[in-house]
């Protein structure tokens, strides 16, 4: 099946430093993917929607100059937490549809990040 | 707008016993349904969906039908094993974007 991977895994970060999470389709092209952030014990939040040779559409309450997405080809989507504080501690998750498979997400594993 | 609810967490079951995760939604259209579960530490997997009214998901002996009269998309699994504790989470989708998830349900399963 369709693979979604991201990078890093895990990371731990000082606090007001910058943090870049890769998230890439393996096999497939993915001209939408999104963005999730995920608290201990709770829900997927949708953050933003990123959009292929175009800007990403954040959800109400997302800081877009804190969280910057870009989406540079299409297998591959960036998010970059800017001036990271402890509360942006967090599972970071992302999401690509695949065409041909009707309206079926593929998830990629997660990031954590801690910041310290 | 759209939103999912599922049962509260969390549920624990003993192996072989029969399980049944509750979720309905709300939605302007006829949006396709989800269960994902997520395994500790790791991220989503599909587990099975509905596209439309009266279809059966199945995969590995969890099922669910999707009932447009009742909003409801009921996870059931007649015998479960310690292998599929995990958070369960039903969703929803309209025109395969926007993702909009239940709050998730904890399952234990003791052997």
């Known amino acids: 099946g369709a693979v979604v991977s991201q990078h890093p895994s895990w990371v731990i970060c000082k606090s007001g430093t910058s943090v870049k999470i890769e998230c890439r389709s393996l096999?497939?092209?993915?001209?939408?993917m999104f963005w999730y952030r995920q608290f201990p014990k709770q829900s997927l939040m949708l953050m933003a929607t990123?959009?292929?040779?175009?800007?990403?559409?954040?959800e109400q309450g997302v800081e877009k100059d804190k969280f910057l997405i870009n989406h540079a080809s299409l297998t591959l989507s960036t998010l970059t937490v800017t001036s990271a504080h402890p509360e942006d501690s967090s599972f970071y998750i992302c999401?690509?549809?695949?065409?041909?498979?009707?309206?079926?997400?593929?998830f990629g594993p997660g990031t954590r990040l801690t910041v310290l | 707008g759209d939103s999912v609810t599922q049962m509260e967490g969390p549920v624990t079951l003993s192996e072989e016993a029969f399980l049944t995760i509750n979720c309905t939604y709300t939605?302007?259209?006829?949006?396709?349904l989800f269960w994902y579960v997520q395994y500790p530490g790791e991220g989503l997997q599909l587990l099975l969906k509905a596209t439309k009214a009266d279809d059966k998901g199945s995969n590995k002996g969890f099922e669910a039908t999707y009932r447009k009269e009742t909003t409801s998309f009921h996870l059931e699994k007649g015998s479960v094993q310690v292998s599929d504790s995990a958070v369960y989470f039903c969703?929803?989708?309209?025109?395969?974007?926007?993702?909009?998830f239940g709050p998730g349900t904890r399952l234990s399963v003791l052997p």
């Open positions: 096999d497939f092209q993915a001209t939408t």
């Open positions: 999401s690509a549809p695949t065409s041909g498979s009707g309206d079926t997400q593929y």
């Open positions: 939605a302007t259209g006829y949006p396709s």
């Open positions: 969703a929803l989708s309209e025109h395969g974007q926007n993702f909009v």
């Open positions: 990123s959009n292929e040779g175009s800007k990403a559409t954040y």
